[in-house]
């Protein structure tokens, strides 16, 4: 499975951005789907994650309530809505699809929260 993030820049912060991650390779309907992100100098964390055929959704502690993780079967993609920008949401952001134990990693989007 290749995955392909986008919709990462710079937004100041109350503004929203969404993100992308289009996977091709396999069909990732049956595949957990998930967003981490890395801040300068602090270990990747959990933002959000999805079950399988959509079931089941996560959300750190930190972004709940401003951030909506979805997918869309047919286009193979997961979107992560982000509302509320705070410049702690500053990092860069990786989708991760698990499936019988393997792990697989986008290459990052940037996003910068300005204050």
């Known amino acids: 499975v290749q995955l392909q993030a986008s919709g990462g820049g710079l937004v100041q912060a109350g503004g929203s951005l969404r993100l992308s991650c289009t996977a091709s390779?396999?069909?990732?309907?049956?595949?957990?789907m998930a967003w981490f992100r890395q801040a300068p100098g602090k270990e990747r964390e959990l933002v959000a994650r999805?079950?399988?055929?959509?079931?089941?959704?996560l959300y750190s502690t930190s972004v709940k309530g401003r951030f909506t993780i979805s997918r869309n079967f047919a286009k193979n993609t997961i979107y992560l809505q982000m509302n509320a920008l705070k410049p702690e949401d500053t990092a860069v952001y990786y989708c991760?699809?698990?499936?019988?134990?393997?792990?697989?990693w986008g290459q990052g989007t940037l996003v910068t929260v300005s204050s």
């Open positions: 991760n699809s698990y499936r019988a134990g393997t792990n697989y």
């Open positions: 390779g396999r069909t990732i309907s049956t595949y957990d």
């Open positions: 999805m079950g399988g055929r959509g079931r089941a959704t």
